[in-house]
């Protein structure tokens, strides 16, 4: 039987590939670096060389995760609406990432890696909200927490087949008017 190589190229980002996949499959309980070994055609050793066990490569995913996503809503621009469509898009688009980074308990959520990421995506959440008109919600001090709930609440929502089917089959386009109502002015 051929030894297996660890010659791969980019060995640490085709085994996080292979990660993003397997739990695409079938979720992070899913997922053993044997399997991840395997798939990439590699030892069993190497994922372990490069993540240390499962919650570091998890850790991997989050921080990945969380950067992806603060890019996203950087990218969409200054408004709240277009920073929260974003969000539920990259939820929908990056299940895997979305299904891991929320779920602390599985990585190490205190790495400053991580920290950082989760940092600066909840900096460009609540850079829609300094772009608002001010009103009675923008002032309040769980603005950001308002906003993050109402989107993550949407996405999750979204993502578990839970909302009406009249919505539509465009997430995004779907979470608008239940954004708009995050600080609409009542009456």
Same mark, same amino acid.
């Given at each position: 039987?051929?030894?297996?190589?660890?010659?791969?190229?980019?060995?640490?980002?085709?085994?996080?590939?292979?990660?993003?996949? !397997?739990?695409?499959?079938?979720?992070?309980?899913?997922?053993?670096?044997?399997?991840?070994?395997?798939? !990439?055609?590699?030892?069993?050793?190497?994922? %372990?060389?490069h993540?240390?066990?499962?919650?570091?490569?998890?850790?991997?995913?989050?921080? %990945?995760?969380?950067?992806?996503?603060?890019?996203?809503?950087?990218?969409?621009?200054?408004?709240?609406?277009?920073?929260?469509?974003?969000?539920?898009?990259?939820?929908?688009?990056?299940?895997?990432?979305?299904? !891991?980074?929320? %779920?602390?308990?599985?990585?190490?959520?205190?790495?400053?890696?991580?920290?950082?990421a989760r940092?600066?995506?909840?900096l460009?959440?609540a850079?829609?909200? %300094?772009?608002?008109?001010?009103?009675?919600?923008?002032?309040?001090?769980?603005?950001?927490?308002?906003?993050?709930?109402?989107?993550?609440?949407?996405a999750?929502?979204?993502?578990?087949?839970?909302?009406?089917?009249?919505?539509?089959?465009?997430?995004?386009?779907?979470?608008?008017?239940?954004?708009?109502l995050?600080?609409?002015?009542?009456?």
């Open positions: 039987m051929a030894r297996q190589s660890y010659h791969h190229g980019d060995l640490r980002r085709a085994i996080l590939d292979a990660a993003i996949e !397997v739990i695409g499959e079938s979720g992070p309980s899913a997922m053993s670096l044997r399997e991840l070994a395997r798939r !990439v055609g590699v030892s069993h050793a190497a994922p %372990q060389h993540f240390g066990d499962k919650a570091g490569l998890l850790t991997a995913v989050a921080c %990945q995760g969380f950067e992806l996503l603060a890019d996203a809503m950087t990218e969409a621009g200054g408004e709240l609406l277009d920073v929260g469509t974003a969000y539920v898009d990259f939820a929908v688009t990056h299940r895997a990432h979305f299904g !891991v980074m929320f %779920q602390p308990k599985l990585y190490h959520a205190d790495a400053p890696e991580v920290r950082a940092e600066r995506a909840g460009a959440l850079g829609g909200l %300094q772009r608002m008109p001010a009103g009675p919600g923008t002032a309040s001090a769980h603005a950001p927490l308002a906003a993050w709930s109402i989107v993550h609440g949407f999750t929502l979204w993502l578990a087949g839970a909302l009406p089917e009249d919505m539509g089959d465009d997430p995004a386009a779907a979470a608008r008017p239940v954004i708009e995050l600080f609409a002015r009542g009456g």
